[in-house]
C-alpha cells in the first residue's frame, strides 16, 4: 500500500506542531521555578546568525500551513510573527493546528506530481509535489522543531528526546 501526500505531510506536521505546544509548557513552567520572563527564553538562539526561539516557532507554523497551501490549494491563515511570549506562541500554533486539521483529505490528492516553485535569493526552484514535500518542506520544517527543542536543552529546560519525539501514536 502507498502513503498518500496527505499521510505523509498533514499529521506530520500537526505531530510536530503538538511536540512545540508541549516543549512550551515545558519552557514557562522552567522559567516560573527560576525567576525568568518569557522572553528570557522565548529570544534565546543558538547562536548570533540564528533565529531566536520566537523565530523557530513562527518558522515551523509558516512551513507546516504554506506546505499545506501549496500542496492542497486551501487557504491559509497569515500571521505577522510578532508574537515574543508564551501565550502569544501557544496562540499561533493553536490557529495553525486548527487550519491543518480544517485540510481536507482529497485536497491534496495528486498533489505528489503538482508543480511548486518556490522563489530563492538565487533564483526560482521548482519541484514535483513529493520532492518538495520530501526534499525540502518535511527537513525545513522539521529543522525548526529541532532548532526551538535545542534552544531549550541549552537553556538548562528539562526536556528530553521523548519530548521532542512526542505521542507514540498512530495518526
Given amino acids: ?4 501526500m496527505y499521510r505523509a505531510s498533514i499529521p506530520a506536521f500537526i505531530r510536530g ?5 508541549s516543549l512550551i ?10 525567576g525568568l520572563g518569557d522572553t528570557d527564553i522565548t529570544s534565546t538562539r543558538l547562536i548570533e546568525d540564528m533565529l531566536p ?6 518558522r515551523a507554523s509558516d512551513t507546516s500551513k504554506l506546505s499545506a497551501v501549496r500542496l492542497s490549494g486551501v487557504e491559509a491563515p497569515s500571521f505577522d510573527d510578532t508574537e515574543t511570549t508564551f501565550a502569544e506562541l501557544r496562540e499561533r500554533l493553536t490557529k495553525t493546528l486548527a487550519y491543518l486539521k480544517s485540510v481536507d483529505q ?3 490528492e495528486g498533489s505528489e506530481t503538482r508543480e511548486v516553485t518556490l522563489k530563492q535569493r538565487a533564483g526560482e526552484i521548482t519541484f514535483s509535489g513529493s ?6 518542506a518535511l527537513p525545513n520544517f522539521y529543522f525548526h522543531v529541532v532548532t526551538a527543542y535545542d534552544i ?3 537553556l538548562g529546560v528539562p526536556v528530553g528526546k521523548l519530548d521532542y519525539l512526542g505521542a507514540m501514536q498512530s495518526a
Fill in 1 to 4: 500500500m502507498s502513503v498518500s
Fill in 17 to 21: 506542531l503538538d511536540v512545540l505546544v
Fill in 25 to 34: 509548557a515545558k519552557a514557562e513552567t522552567h522559567a516560573k521555578e527560576k
Fill in 53 to 58: 526561539f520566537t523565530g523557530q516557532i513562527q
Fill in 106 to 108: 482529497s485536497t491534496l
Fill in 131 to 136: 520532492d518538495y514535500l520530501f526534499l525540502f
Fill in 152 to 154: 531549550l536543552r541549552q
